[in-house]
């Protein structure tokens, strides 16, 4: 499976944007998708995951402004992201794995790209 992420830009602070992880070369059925972000000079970061059944899963300094979803038809998860901040500024990986512990322990089997997201204050 190959994951593409898009969505990723410039935004001012207050803004908001929506972040697209398509699965191309198979399908997100029976896996768990979530998505990380990486700030400049800072660690990769869990920001939120989505069970293919709908079940969601997010980090407790992500809960409020985050909000994963997932559309079947378009074998897509999104990631919808509110009132940016200047923090927020990082690349956005999507990443999947059949297993939620393994994939929230960053080692998913399967990972896309990334997409940068900058917000401006």
């Known amino acids: 499976v190959q994951l593409q992420a898009s969505g990723g830009g410039l935004v001012q602070a207050g803004g908001y944007l929506r972040l697209s992880c398509a699965a191309s070369g198979g399908t997100f059925s029976n896996n768990f998708i979530a998505w990380f972000r990486q700030a400049p000079g800072k660690e990769r970061e869990y920001v939120a995951a989505?069970?293919?059944?709908?079940?969601?899963y997010y980090a407790d300094s992500m809960k409020g402004r985050f909000t994963i979803s997932r559309d079947k038809s378009k074998n897509t998860v999104y990631l919808q992201i509110n009132s940016l901040k200047a923090e927020d500024t990082a690349v956005y990986y999507c990443?999947?794995?059949?297993?939620?512990?393994?994939?929230?322990?960053?080692?998913?089997?399967?990972w896309g790209q990334g997409t940068l997201v900058t917000v401006s204050s």
């Open positions: 990443a999947a794995d059949g297993q939620l512990l393994t994939l929230l322990r960053d080692r998913a089997a399967y």
């Open positions: 989505t069970s293919w059944t709908g079940t969601t």
